[in-house]
């Protein structure tokens, strides 16, 4: 399949990220969000990464103009009637991506392919609800999308091989590395990644260590670029907790039980760097440590 046209449901985080690095790799998008503000703040965003990087020497400014200008938007599904592959990107809820994914086969072409950027849902479990399981896989994105090179590539147990060389082709172009992951709980990354985050709540929660000791030590002694619980702020303890609950309800162990802690915070509404608190508070200059 010769893709031309790109379509993103979901103008937040990953939606936007994801619509920038399909732009600057020189396919049309069409970005789709139901809340005209977040699509609007979306764009903006993303104007403003291009010109950035333009002004750092990444790629010219007419390039980051013309990349800009490949991406058209709206509130309404009509915009990905002729796109030959759609990317959902909506919250991590299963009822919102079965309406949306519903609502999309009802738009696009019979052949056109649609994949998730789920993080954890069941691949399979999401292509039963589309007209198409053969022509649907899942796409999971690293967040921040323009400057993470990974993405996983996962098949439901109905994809047609020919479409998952296609997509990883197209993720190449991208300029990403694919892998590709088995349709178990939250795949590679995330089944190795949230036990670890979680294990630093657990930390935290039992008194062996404070917040920057706990992220100073992984920073210094793991030479890891962020440390766990700063990382669990930048993803959102809400996502945090969503993907826990994934692991612990899917493979049924203990190992994978949410920390009491992070179930407190996100009952709190501190759900990280978006909401201006979880294990740092982000009100002044520089984040500090709650706890």
Known sequence: MDIRKVGVVGAGQMGVGIAEVCAVAGFDVYLMDIDADILA??????GAELRDAAAKGRFSEAEAEAALGRITSGDDYEGFRDC???IEAAVEDADVKREVLGKLCEIVAEDTIITSNTSSYPVTRLAAQTDRPDRFLG???MNPVPKMELVELIRGIATDEAIFRTVH???VKLGK??????DFPAFVVNRILMPMINEAIYTLYEGVGSVDSIDTAMKLGTHHPMGPLELA???GLDTCLGVMHTLHEG?????YRPCPLLVKYVEAGWLGRKTGRGFYDYSGDEPVPTR
């Open 84 to 86: 030959q592959i759609v």
């Open 139 to 141: 796409t999971h994105f």
């Open 41 to 46: 703040h979306g764009l903006d965003y993303i």
């Open 177 to 182: 590395t694919p892998v590709s992951a088995e």
């Open 251 to 255: 493979l049924a162990d203990t190992k």
């Open 233 to 235: 702020d930048f993803i």
């Open 169 to 171: 082709e197209f993720a």
